[in-house]
């Protein structure tokens, strides 16, 4: 058993290199697309990860699954508006923790049919309380049917 659980954990070490030996690959010829970052929403409390949960959303349905609204007072306090229409959201979420935790992005590229997602975790102090840390971008939706492949990149 346990050389079951080493042979299991050297195979997910060479598949997270492999993985991100294809992203730098891939960076290194992608172009800028531009993005909105999502703004004034929150993880509903009925979702619950244990590992960064990374998705596409193309629907306003699925997304509601996920995230509900959190106006705010601020000057800007007005949640990110999404059209489903015409686009879709990347999204990351990692666990719940009593961290404070800043997420960000940092860049969205595209090389071809590949979509890479890179992205910020600033972890802080510890908290009297728990969050369900996410960062997630506004992408239009392309013209064509072409299938993408995306890829999320922690940098």
């Known amino acids: 058993m346990n050389r079951l659980m080493h042979i299991v954990a050297l ?3 060479i598949l997270l290199c492999a993985n991100c030996s294809t992203t730098r690959k891939l960076e290194a010829d992608a172009v800028p697309m531009g993005y909105t970052e999502l703004q004034n929403y929150y993880v509903s ?3 619950s990860v244990k590992q960064p949960y990374r998705h596409v ?3 306003e349905e699925e997304f509601s699954r996920y995230f509900g609204e959190a106006a705010t007072m601020s000057p800007n306090g007005q949640a990110t508006v999404v059209n489903w229409g015409t686009q879709y959201v990347l ?5 719940s923790t009593d961290r404070a935790t800043r997420m960000y992005p940092v860049s969205v590229l595209q090389n071809g049919d ?3 997602f890179n992205y910020k975790v600033e972890k802080g102090e510890k908290q009297s309380y ?3 840390p996410y960062v997630a971008v506004v992408l239009d939706k392309p013209v064509s049917q072409q299938q993408y492949t995306f890829y999320y990149n922690e940098k």
Do not use: D, E, K, W
């Open 130 to 132: 728990t969050i369900t």
């Open 91 to 95: 999204a990351v979420i990692n666990p």
């Open 45 to 47: 409390n009925t979702v």
């Open 11 to 13: 195979l997910a070490v």
């Open 114 to 116: 590949a979509i890479i």
């Open 57 to 59: 959303f193309t629907t």
